[in-house]
Nanobody
Framework: QVQLVESGGGLVQAGGSLRLSCAASRRLFSINAMGWYRQAPGNQRELVATIISGGSTNYADSVKGRFTISRDNAKNTVYLQMNSLKPEDTAVYYC?????????WGQGTQVTVSS
């Protein structure tokens, strides 16, 4: 099992930046993949970005070139740097871990982008 705790959400104006953090309760190298998802009101949860144990990353087309996922193995933490934020990025952002065939979720952190 793994517990995930997100932080770093908040209110920002369009064009601004935020960095989300996801602290894991176990070493990152033991987790197959980690990612960020988001869910806006009335919408399904959607993939934002993933990073696998080997370091490869993947992004949704809507955030490519603006968001960057990274990890700090020493801190067991995954980050999502979000730049050039748009109002349509407003959502609850969730951290996800894929471990031994199971998926684990954090509690979510709200990101609100004002126009």
């Amino acid at each position: 099992q793994v517990q995930l705790v997100e932080s770093g959400g908040g209110l920002v104006q369009a064009g601004g930046s935020l960095r989300l953090s996801c602290a894991a309760s176990r070493r990152l190298f033991s987790i197959n993949a980690m990612g960020w998802y988001r869910q806006a009101p009335g919408n399904q949860r959607e993939l934002v970005a993933t990073i696998i144990s080997g370091g490869s990353t993947n992004y949704a087309d809507s955030v490519k070139g603006r968001f960057t996922i990274s990890r700090d193995n020493a801190k067991n933490t995954v980050y999502l740097q979000m730049n050039s934020l748009k109002p349509e990025d407003t959502a609850v952002y969730y951290c996800n871990a894929h471990l031994l065939g199971s998926y684990y979720w954090g509690q979510g952190t709200q990101v609100t982008v004002s126009s």
